[in-house]
């Protein structure tokens, strides 16, 4: 069975310094791996996702993320954070065969003036 | 291109009702999938539709249930609400481009309310 885990369930960050937002997977195969933002009260928007196509993955707004098969991690960065950043961030693995997404916990990104 | 669409915004029930949510997925799509987003519970599927068929569903009971009509739009009923079926409501939709590089996009949900 195919398993997520975000290891901080919440960050703060100081405007302008770096982010990272820590993501283990856990997998039989291959899996296709995305992280998704969400702002209060609304939905999920799509960051960024791997696909097996390379491992270091760009997203929108300046994220992006490194796909470490022998570390079973995917982990989220951005160099300089924005106040716009402040949300909740999901790391969720697709389960092959099924569609199903499996999301993680989450981490709540919040940004200091 | 317009996203994922769902309503109500907000629905407000009282325990042993009946709910109603809609969903209306990016045009070309023919998935959609259900979500549930409790408070302390995270993110869980639910449901998944395609080309008018139940494809798969999640660790609910059957007073969960939904349908897809035939434009690919989507309702989610839920009966006889209980308490604990407080919860955001994502629907998102999928082209099913393919197993292992399908992404879902996601609509803004349903906050469902029961009292």
């Known amino acids: 069975a195919q398993s997520v885990t975000q290891l901080d369930s919440h960050v703060s960050v100081s405007e302008g310094t770096p982010v990272l937002l820590r993501c283990n997977y856990s997998?039989?195969?291959?899996?296709?791996l995305f992280w998704y933002v969400q702002h209060p009260n609304k939905g999920l928007q799509l960051l960024l996702k791997y696909t097996s196509a390379a491992t270091l993955v760009k997203g929108i707004n300046g994220f992006e993320a490194e796909f470490k098969k022998s570390e079973t991690s995917f982990h989220l960065t951005k160099p300089s954070a924005h106040m716009s950043d402040a949300a909740e961030y999901f790391c969720v693995v697709s389960e092959g065969g099924t569609y199903k997404y499996i999301f993680g916990t989450g981490t709540r990104l919040k940004v200091l003036a | 291109e317009a996203g994922v669409t769902q309503s109500p915004t907000h629905l407000i029930k009282t325990r042993g009702q009946q709910a109603t949510l809609r969903c209306s997925p990016i045009?070309?799509?023919?998935?959609v999938y259900w979500y549930q987003q409790a408070l302390g519970l995270g993110l869980q599927f639910l449901l998944w539709y395609d080309e008018g068929e139940e494809r798969n569903r999640g660790n609910f009971p059957p007073r969960f249930s939904g349908r897809q009509f035939p434009n690919y739009s989507s309702e989610l009923n839920v009966n006889a609400l209980e308490l604990e079926d407080s919860a955001l409501y994502l629907c998102?939709?999928?082209?099913?481009?393919?197993?292992?590089?399908?992404?879902?996009?996601f609509g803004p949900g349903t906050r469902l309310t029961v009292l």
């Open positions: 045009s070309g799509h023919t998935s």
């Open positions: 997998s039989s195969y291959s899996p296709s």
């Open positions: 998102a939709s999928s082209t099913l481009a393919g197993v292992f590089t399908d992404t879902q996009y």
